[in-house]
T-cell receptor
């Protein structure tokens, strides 16, 4: 069964550094998403992407964040200058229509 | 705004007990409703869904019925197993209103022998 994959599974970085989280969505899916889950809190929507552009973003998704689909298979989330409060589990998801399938997540720790 | 409210956890049950996890929602339009499950150390897996009122979603012995009159989507299972121990998230997406999933806070279920 096709699945969403994410790399790396864990990332430790210093405050102020740039990080890129990578995702390979399910191949025939058209919509791509990033969510995050701070430890012990609810899963929060960050951004959705369709037809090579952002279709919706949350208040969390400020100028420090960007997304890109650099080729036909990868979907990336870049955080330009990480803050301590960016420490969280980041989930990528993809969908054909409304049912979204999630990857296993990247646990980001900012020190 | 749209929101999902779930019962507080953790819920601790003995194996073979009946499970109910309550979920209610507030939405400005007509949502589709989902339950996702997160096993320890893993990502979110779709458990079941319902897209319109009175639909029943079911999977792996779990069921939930979309009740528009009570704005609820309670998750039930007749006989839980230790392997069902996980965090369960109720979520909604507005039909025709974008593709953003709005999640509840999650309910941790612990099943003991």
């Amino acid at each position: 069964e096709p699945e969403v994959t994410q790399t790396p599974s864990h990332q430790v970085t210093q405050m102020g550094q740039e990080v890129i989280l990578r995702c390979v969505p399910i191949s025939n899916h058209l919509y791509f998403y990033w969510y995050r889950q701070i430890l012990g809190q609810k899963v929060e929507f960050l951004v959705s992407f369709y037809n090579n552009e952002i279709s919706e973003k949350s208040e969390i998704f400020d100028d420090q964040f960007s997304v890109e689909r650099p080729d036909g298979s990868n979907f990336t989330l870049k955080i330009r200058s990480t803050k301590l409060e960016d420490s969280a589990m980041y989930f990528c998801a993809s969908s054909v229509k409304e049912t979204q399938y999630f990857g296993p997540g990247t646990r980001l720790l900012v020190l | 705004g749209d929101s999902v409210t779930q019962m507080e956890g953790p819920v601790t049950l003995s194996e073979e007990a009946f499970l109910t996890i309550n979920c209610t929602y507030t939405a400005t339009g007509y949502p589709s409703l989902f339950w996702y499950v997160q096993y320890p150390g893993e990502g979110l897996q779709l458990l079941l869904k319902a897209t319109k009122a009175d639909d029943k979603g079911s999977n792996k012995g779990f069921e939930a019925t979309y009740r528009k009159e009570t704005t609820s989507f309670h998750l039930e299972k007749g006989s839980v197993q230790v392997s069902d121990s996980a965090v369960y998230f109720c979520a909604l997406i507005l039909t025709g209103g974008g593709n953003k999933l709005t999640f509840g806070t999650g309910t941790q279920l612990k099943v003991e022998l």
